[in-house]
């Protein structure tokens, strides 16, 4: 009850309460950390945000609302549907939730139906210990699983840089959403996208070995078939470049890959070894990069 006080009142701008980032660490609980510090003003914004109402709830309620009309982002819409739920706002989180699909409907974005996904499993998850009927969300769920099955592939195609790395980005927390829910039908769905993402072509090599390395790790993809990709990709026919970015997607997050696969490990070492000198250098702060995520 504490919690959803602190909630309501950060609804309102009125920071009493700041989560701690470590109480979401735990795992297997939803324990919730803050670090409360009154400050005289809060009395004055509390008199301030009784326009919205004459009770927390009413007030916290009707100002979620004003937010929502305000926004028709669906990124934004679900970031306050999540604070609905943790502030155990009922009637603002069922006008949330029709909003929520009203705009899923129309984006056409995959990337934010892939985040708007993500944050909505972590609702799904939470909610339970809320005690909310979580029918409606679990249905938006199913929906948004089709759309981002069937537009990845295409979405992966020909894209720069800076947005590879993104993308990367939006797939290792979709990967985990998908394994935190544990949903059979929605695993399968989300390798045989996977699969054809690979296939895909034009992909962008950081995209393409960080797909090939959840493959693998799920045994999608045998030793050997990672072998043959490895040798392929750093073929003099590919630049080193295009080498580097491929291996920093497929060592994403781990280097234990290169420790427990032998063959994989000579793959790489070899190419390391007949780098031209001005390609080494070159090559040499990205291989940096994809190594300073291994853990000790």
């Excluded at 129309?106 to 909310?132: E, N, P």
Aim: a negative charge; charged letters at 20%; one cysteine or more.
């Amino acid at each position: 009850m504490k919690s959803r006080l602190l909630h309501r009142l950060n609804i309102l701008n009125i920071s009493w309460g700041t989560l701690q980032q470590e109480g979401k660490q735990d795992k297997g609980s939803f324990k919730e950390y803050w670090k409360l510090k009154w400050q005289p003003e809060f009395a004055i914004q509390l008199i301030e945000a009784s326009r919205w109402g004459n009770t927390v709830v009413e007030t916290a309620t009707n100002c979620m609302l004003e937010k929502a009309n305000q926004n028709e982002q669906i990124v934004a819409i679900v970031q306050l549907l999540e604070q609905a739920m943790l502030a155990d706002l009922n009637e603002a989180f069922t006008v949330l939730i029709d909003k929520l699909q009203a705009a899923a409907a129309r984006a056409q974005d995959v990337f934010r139906l892939m985040q708007v996904f993500t944050t909505s499993v972590r609702i799904l998850r939470y909610g339970s210990v809320r005690a909310w009927n979580a029918a409606s969300l679990q249905t938006l769920i199913d929906q948004l699983m089709v759309r981002i099955t069937v537009a990845l592939p295409a979405a992966c195609s020909r894209i720069d840089d800076d947005l590879a790395a993104e993308v990367v980005t939006h797939i290792r927390n979709l990967h985990d959403a998908i394994q935190t829910l544990q949903q059979t039908e929605h695993q399968t769905a989300w390798y045989e996208a996977l699969q054809q993402l690979e296939a895909t072509t034009e992909v962008h090599p950081q995209v393409e070995g960080y797909v090939i390395r959840l493959l693998f790790d799920k045994q999608r993809l045998l030793p050997v078939a990672v072998e043959k990709r490895m040798q392929f990709t750093f073929s003099k026919g590919n630049s080193p470049l295009y080498a580097t970015y491929w291996l920093e997607g497929f060592l994403q997050g781990s280097g234990l890959v290169l420790i427990y696969h032998q063959e994989l490990w000579q793959v790489l070492d070899e190419w390391v070894h007949h780098l031209e000198e001005a390609n080494f250098l070159e090559v040499v702060p990205m291989l940096r990069r994809a190594f300073s995520t291994f853990s000790a």
